[in-house]
T-cell receptor, first 113, second 119 residues
Framework: QQQVKQSPQSLIVQKGGISIINCAYE??????FPWYQQFPGKGPALLIA?????SEKKEGRFTISFNKSAKQFSLHIMDSQPGDSATYFC????????????FGTGTRLTIIP | NAGVMQNPRHLVRRRGQEARLRCSPM?????VYWYRQLPEEGLKFMVY????????ESGMPKERFSAEFPKEGPSILRIQQVVRGDSAAYFC?????????????????FGPGTRLTVT
């Protein structure tokens, strides 16, 4: 019940296109859903996050869509750029629990010219 | 404002030796989390600590692994008698915690990691 399932495992998108990564969770107690971006040899960097009280959050080219009833959330990267090529992880936790993050397995995104 | 600091960045140990990984949280952060990332895999929670307290160690192997976050100094993840399967990247994250009064006290910020290689 603690799993977070992420898809696809890898994604190739043309420059200027929209990259979409999906995650699904099982634990209904989760109430915080961040996305992290990781470049090779670096630590994960917090990209954007959402709480269940809203269905969408946008920051620049990055948007999280959240569907509480379906227990799914997704990351959309608009106007994808080669600099966006990285591995993206979704995660979930309980804010008023012990806050530990449960991560998805990651999506390796490659943006081609 | 320095971020989360980890050292060493790379650590090579022979089987049977001890590995000590250090983590200094961001200024003002009192919560520390350790995660392990195996090659080509996601991050797995190991342990959650506050100053002088282990809050949750449910992700940590029962033997050979221990963690501490003393009143003064960095958090330490200690692996005794390392084996090849311990080779991984170990990441530390910190957060200010909800009791800090900050609205987003639960946001976790990661360090650059320590890459442990056991030969």
């Amino acid at each position: 019940q603690q799993q977070v399932k992420q898809s696809p495992q890898s994604l190739i998108v043309q420059k200027g296109g929209i990259s979409i990564i999906n995650c699904a969770y099982e634990n209904t107690a989760f109430d915080y859903f961040p996305w992290y971006q990781q470049f090779p040899g670096k630590g994960p960097a917090l990209l954007i996050a959402i709480r269940p009280d809203v269905s969408e959050k946008k920051e620049g080219r990055f948007t999280i869509s959240f569907n509480k009833s379906a227990k799914q959330f997704s990351l959309h990267i608009m106007d994808s750029q080669p600099g966006d090529s990285a591995t993206y992880f979704c995660a979930a936790s309980t804010v008023f629990g012990n806050e530990k993050l449960t991560f998805g397995t990651g999506t390796r995104l490659t943006i081609i010219p | 404002n320095a971020g989360v600091m980890q050292n060493p960045r790379h650590l090579v140990r022979r089987r049977g030796q001890e590995a000590r990984l250090r983590c200094s949280p961001m200024k003002g952060h009192s919560h520390v989390y350790w995660y392990r990332q195996l090659p080509e895999e996601g991050l797995k929670f190991m342990v959650y600590l506050q100053k002088e307290n282990i809050i949750d160690e449910s992700g940590m192997p029962k033997e050979r692994f221990s963690a501490e976050f003393p009143k003064e100094g960095p958090s330490i993840l200690r692996i005794q008698q390392v084996v090849r399967g311990d080779s991984a990247a170990y990441f530390c994250a910190s957060s200010p915690g909800l009791t800090s009064g900050r609205a987003i006290g639960y946001e976790q910020y990661f360090g650059p990691g320590t890459r442990l290689t056991v030969t």
